[in-house]
């Protein structure tokens, strides 16, 4: 199968909370690929955001994938409720409390895709075992729980060990990134490996959310020549 090309997936945490319709309509028409949507449970994060309920309204107003990002502690007793809600990928993280193996297990027992998500301070060798299972890698280049923070440049190298491990053994497989991306952070994490881009702030910041859109795909798909 061959490799996918860059992807963008608005993150709807930076959207207008009280106009998503309005953020949905506008990702779609710049053509975003998916929409993101980060799921805080106040345990694992400091912080608390949406639900399955919110999830299942996105749902019905868009056809676009949703990419369910569980920033819980425990994902294995939430998949089932996400991915009834209508999440086309749930990422949990290898952090959580849960064995890693048995959210996959139940994730793909769902017939749902599965990533699996890693904090800046987490070294790639924890995922590496699950590789083989996993349609999404998500390297984390701020830290969970908060929108609006800067780049992290030192999981570069994370993204270039999620390239050389997937490039063989799952190359259809997302090599995510998530957090700071603005056209001058996409050109690096594009050329370490990354294909798959959580945008926040850089697409509705403005509200010009087409021409955000399009440009964080140039200068990404640029990137990759």
């Given at each position: 199968m061959a490799e996918r090309g860059i992807r963008l997936a608005p993150s709807l945490l930076s959207a207008d909370?009280?106009?998503?319709?309005?953020?949905?309509?506008k990702s779609e028409a710049g053509g975003a690929d998916?929409?993101?949507?980060?799921?805080?449970?106040g345990h694992?994060?400091?912080?608390?955001?949406?639900?399955?309920?919110?999830?299942?309204?996105?749902?019905?107003?868009t056809r676009l994938p949703l990419d369910v990002h569980l920033m819980i502690e425990h994902p294995l007793r939430f998949a089932p409720a996400f991915v009834d809600a209508?999440?086309?990928t749930l990422v949990f993280h290898v952090e959580s409390a849960d064995r890693p193996e048995d959210v996959i297990a139940e994730i793909q027992r769902l017939k749902t895709r599965v990533g699996v998500a890693l904090?800046?301070?987490?070294?790639?060798?924890m995922v590496e075992p699950f590789l083989g299972r996993l349609?999404?890698?998500?390297?984390?280049?701020?830290?969970?729980?908060?929108?609006?923070?800067?780049?992290?440049?030192?999981?570069?190298?994370k993204l270039r060990e999620a390239r050389s491990h997937?490039?063989?053994m799952r190359p259809h497989a997302d090599i995510s990134i998530d957090g700071g991306i603005t056209v001058e952070t996409a050109r690096p994490a594009a050329e370490a490996g990354a294909t798959f881009f959580v945008c926040g702030n850089s697409v509705f910041s403005g509200g010009e959310?087409?021409?955000n859109l399009h440009a964080l795909r140039a200068v990404a798909t640029g990137a990759t020549g």
């Open positions: 909370f009280s106009d998503l319709t309005s953020a949905i309509r998916a929409l993101h949507l980060d799921v805080m449970d694992f994060v400091p912080n608390i955001s949406f639900g399955p309920a919110l999830v299942r309204a996105v749902r019905r107003r209508g999440g086309d904090r800046p301070g987490t070294p790639f060798e349609d999404q890698v998500l390297v984390m280049s701020v830290h969970p729980g908060f929108s609006g923070q800067r780049f992290l440049p030192e999981v570069l190298p997937l490039g063989d959310v087409d021409a």
